[in-house]
């Protein structure tokens, strides 16, 4: 018997990004955890120096053939940046996307920084997606992590963006302060229903400098473990890639000074890989129960082959139990799987 599928995770996005940080840009509040500075390496944006250092990059990558690429204002709050800065960065994402180095433009910003008007205005000014900072839908969770905003701001943010015709991106943060068990899968559910075109997960840590340190250092914070977050990023990625949404990113970035600063919390520079081995093998183990007989040949895309097992073969001996060994396995082009049993 021969049993052919597909993975669930929706095609990747063709253009790379290239990411120019505004840390702290903008913010009007400092949120428990964050670590714009430690993440990024530097501190506050002088928005002068940021925009004449992306210009200048963007030409030498347009004179050296590069690209093309989204051009994505992070790290800061980017619509409650003064307009007049909110347009020359969008100016500057115009002129190389007419010499066809850019081919959209994409920000970061808080949901309750957003409006309808506002965001028409960008949107005429050349902005193609919009990510928000929601971190979490639970109003509990928000208040504990000082974001400054409910659930339903979160969720009304969502909608101006799409009614907009903008695209969404939706950033969650599991394992906040006043996480309890299920909200982060019910957070995960409901951002899939608002139908994002990208996601990205970043479980809780604790950074030196923080406010979040201060009350881990009082033993009032206890962050999630990395073997909790790869089982719960595992459990959520299939709901994600369900509804046609790109998970572009599992935990920090290794960025800057980040790692040296991590005081606690579940942060690997391989978690990306453990969450969607874990998730490719609740897959393949639903695909095959109910068939008869073991597995003789598992014909798997040569594109999941650094998942498939597991960080350091990790998930070896739960696929063993499967039947499903390295002789078995067989890696080919395209995107199907195959599995025959006999």
């Not at 007049?84 to 808080?110: K, P, Y």
């Not at 000074?257 to 093998?281: K, N």
């Not at 008869?292 to 999941?304: C, Q, S």
Request: glycine residues 12%.
């Amino acid at each position: 018997m021969q049993l052919v599928f597909s993975h669930p995770e929706p095609a990747p996005q063709r253009a790379a990004v290239w990411p120019v940080f505004l840390p702290f840009a903008g913010c009007p509040y400092r949120c428990v955890y964050c670590a714009q500075d430690k993440q990024t390496g530097r501190g506050e944006a002088e928005l002068e120096d940021v925009f004449r250092t992306a210009g200048e990059d963007l030409g030498r990558a347009l004179d050296e053939g590069r690209g093309p690429y989204e051009l994505a204002f992070y790290g800061g709050t980017f619509t409650a940046l003064p307009w007049a800065w909110q347009a020359r960065f969008l100016e500057l994402g115009a002129r190389f996307r007419e010499c066809g180095l850019v081919t959209r433009v994409r920000c970061s910003t808080r949901p309750d920084r957003v409006d309808a008007a506002g965001l028409d205005r960008l949107r005429a000014a050349g902005l193609d997606l919009v990510e928000l900072g929601v971190q979490s839908f639970d109003d509990a969770a928000l208040r504990a992590a000082s974001r400054g905003y409910a659930g339903d701001v979160a969720r009304a943010a969502c909608g101006l963006v799409r009614a907009a015709g903008l695209g969404l991106g939706i950033q969650l943060m599991p394992g906040l302060p006043g996480d309890r068990p299920g909200m982060f899968r019910a957070d995960a559910a409901e951002a899939a229903a608002l139908s994002p075109e990208v996601a990205r997960l970043y479980p809780c840590l604790v950074i030196r400098g923080t406010a979040l340190a201060e009350v881990w250092a009082r033993g009032g914070f206890t962050p999630w473990t990395l073997e909790r977050a790869g089982e719960e990023l595992a459990a959520a990625l299939p709901v994600l890639w369900e509804r046609g949404v790109r998970v572009i990113r599992l935990g920090l970035a290794p960025e800057g000074t980040l790692a040296e600063h991590i005081l606690a919390g579940p942060w690997h520079p391989a978690l990306g890989q453990t969450a969607r081995g874990r998730a490719l093998l609740a897959i393949i183990r639903a695909r095959l129960d109910g068939l008869d007989g073991p597995v003789t040949l598992f014909e798997a895309p040569r594109r999941y082959q650094g998942e498939f097992f597991g960080h350091r073969n990790e998930l070896a001996a739960e696929y063993a139990a499967l039947g499903i060994g390295r002789e078995t396995v067989r890696w080919v082009a395209g995107d199907e799987f195959r599995l025959t049993t006999g």
